[in-house]
């Protein structure tokens, strides 16, 4: 019965993310601990929740989606800050 439901939920987007964000934010806890970077550590996250890791998230493509998305956010953050900033 609770293996249905979990698999039920683990298509889910928002449960997806939930489980994404919380974990990066664990393993980022630990990295800060160990006075390490981030980036690794979120790196790390994703390989342990990936298909190729414990396989919690296993929708490929609405995370490739969501990877692109957050790099065109980052982008568009980094070229407003050196607008706003240095007022290239």
């Known amino acids: 019965m609770f293996a249905n439901i979990f698999q039920n939920l683990s298509t889910n987007l928002f449960f997806s993310l939930g489980v994404i964000i919380i974990v990066a934010t664990i393993f980022a806890f630990i990295a800060r601990m160990f006075k390490q970077p981030l980036i690794p550590a979120y790196v790390f996250g994703g390989f ?13 493509n609405l995370i490739r989606v969501l990877s692109e998305m957050g790099i065109a956010f980052l982008l568009f953050i980094v070229c407003f800050w050196f607008i706003l900033f240095y007022r290239i």
Do not use: F
């Open 48 to 60: 342990v929740l990936g298909p190729l890791g414990v396989g919690l998230v296993t929708d490929t």
